[in-house]
T-cell receptor, first 114, second 114 residues
Framework: GNSVTQMEGPVTLSEEAFLTINCTYT??????LFWYVQYPGEGLQLLLK?????DKGSNKGFEATYRKETTSFHLEKGSVQVSDSAVYFC?????????????FGKGTKLSVIP | DAMVIQNPRYQVTQFGKPVTLSCSQT?????MYWYQQKSSQAPKLLFH???????NEADTPDNFQSRRPNTSFCFLDIRSPGLGDAAMYLC?????????????FGPGTRLLVL
């Protein structure tokens, strides 16, 4: 079956520190990969996505590269801010007719302190 | 702005008292989803509609039902809420030119069962 494994949290960083949240996946076929962010008490917001190998998704200073050879989609940001404190979910979706389920990782809580 | 709207944001009900949560969307997407998210967990898909076709996940309890009267609206009915049904309920949509692989989430309704 399909699965997503992401690093356990919580992760605590000082403002302006470098962020990496690891995400690896197993899937039958060629999935699309996503990072969603959930701020406290809110729904999920799409942060970035990549639909094929070697694609790089980027948004708000975050980026992740679809690495087929290592089945990974690690999230990075060069300089985090307090406002980046949230839970980050890595997810995959298999494209094609009838495949509508997102498979999520367990989420990684990030806290950024001033 | 096109969006997914959920009302109410917070809902309190009594044990065993039916409750309905609502979702509307202005994205004109043909697929709508309902997820349950418990504290510190990833969202869990309950069911989805592809247009008017209802698709239930195998492990979704019978206590959960859904209605989609038109493209824009979708309802989640919990017939007899138990204490274990207290959670965040997330609505999502997909479709349009972006295809079905990317889901867009609403802000969620937090349900409290007394």
């Amino acid at each position: 079956g399909n699965s997503v494994t992401q690093m356990e949290g919580p992760v605590t960083l000082s403002e302006e520190a470098f962020l990496t949240i690891n995400c690896t996946y197993t899937a039958t076929g060629y999935p699309s990969l996503f990072w969603y962010v959930q701020y406290p008490g809110e729904g999920l917001q799409l942060l970035l996505k990549a639909t094929k190998a070697d694609d790089k998704g980027s948004n708000k200073g975050f980026e992740a590269t679809y690495r087929k050879e290592t089945t990974s989609f690690h999230l990075e940001k060069g300089s985090v801010q307090v406002s980046d404190s949230a839970v980050y979910f890595c997810a995959l979706s298999l494209s094609g007719a009838g495949s509508y389920q997102l498979t999520f990782g367990k989420g990684t809580k990030l806290s950024v302190i001033p | 702005d096109a969006m997914v709207i959920q009302n109410p944001r917070y809902q309190v009900t009594q044990f065993g008292k039916p409750v309905t949560l609502s979702c509307s969307q202005t994205l004109n997407h043909n697929v709508m989803y309902w997820y349950q998210q418990k504290s510190s967990q990833a969202p869990k898909l309950l069911f989805h509609y592809y247009d008017k076709d209802f698709n239930n996940e195998a492990d979704t309890p019978d206590n959960f039902q859904s209605r989609r009267p038109n493209t824009s609206f979708c309802f989640l009915d919990i017939r007899s809420p138990g204490l274990g049904d207290a959670a965040m309920y997330l609505c999502a949509t997909s479709g349009g030119t972006g295809g079905h692989e990317t889901q867009y989430f609403g802000p969620g309704t937090r349900l409290l069962v007394l």
